[in-house]
């Protein structure tokens, strides 16, 4: 049984009018790690949750006590799915919503035959993939910064 005093945690589809505030949450998290403003203003185009993806099947918010607190997306490319996004809001961390939104991108990507879930991953989140099941599997070119190289991880379903 739930304490009284525990958070309400559940994970939800995005509102309408919500893209701007998700993408405001997932740079919130990402200078969590120390990045300077610079750095922040590259990864923006990366890390905007569009409208058409917010009001989409592939991204869902984690909220606790009603309020928006972790986003996740996913993505299919030729075949192969992806984790475009999992972030959350700092004061958010530690209370496992980074891996329920992680449970749901496997369930709906494996519920759309995904047998593997790929995941560039930022250095500082590369280890909580690891400690999910994810393999290392090289490297990828970072999307935002020139000459950047991110741990490429591999979330093999249904094992």
């Known amino acids: ?3 009284p005093d525990a958070p309400v945690i559940e994970l939800r589809s995005a509102r309408p009018g919500e893209a701007t505030a ?6 919130r998290s990402k200078a969590h790690w120390g990045y300077d403003a610079a750095f922040m203003a ?3 185009r990366e890390l905007t949750v569009s409208a058409a993806v917010a009001s989409g099947p592939f991204l869902r918010v984690a909220a606790v006590d ?3 607190a972790g986003v996740a997306e996913i993505g299919e ?7 475009e996004k999992l972030f959350v809001e700092p ?3 530690g ?3 980074g891996r329920r939104l992680l449970a749901w991108a496997v369930g709906t990507a494996a519920s759309h035959g995904a047998t593997a879930l790929e995941i560039a991953a930022d ?3 590369a280890p909580f993939y690891r400690h999910c099941g994810a393999e290392d599997m090289g490297t990828v070119p970072s999307g935002s910064i020139p000459g950047r190289r991110l741990p490429r991880l591999v979330l093999m379903l249904g094992r």
Do not use: I, K, Y
């Open 22 to 27: 998700l993408t405001d949450l997932c740079l």
């Open 1 to 3: 049984m739930a304490r």
């Open 91 to 93: 004061p958010f961390m």
């Open 66 to 68: 009603g309020a928006s």
């Open 123 to 125: 250095p500082d989140a």
């Open 77 to 83: 490319e030729d075949g192969t799915w992806h984790l």
């Open 42 to 44: 590259a990864c923006r």
């Open 95 to 97: 209370l496992g919503l």
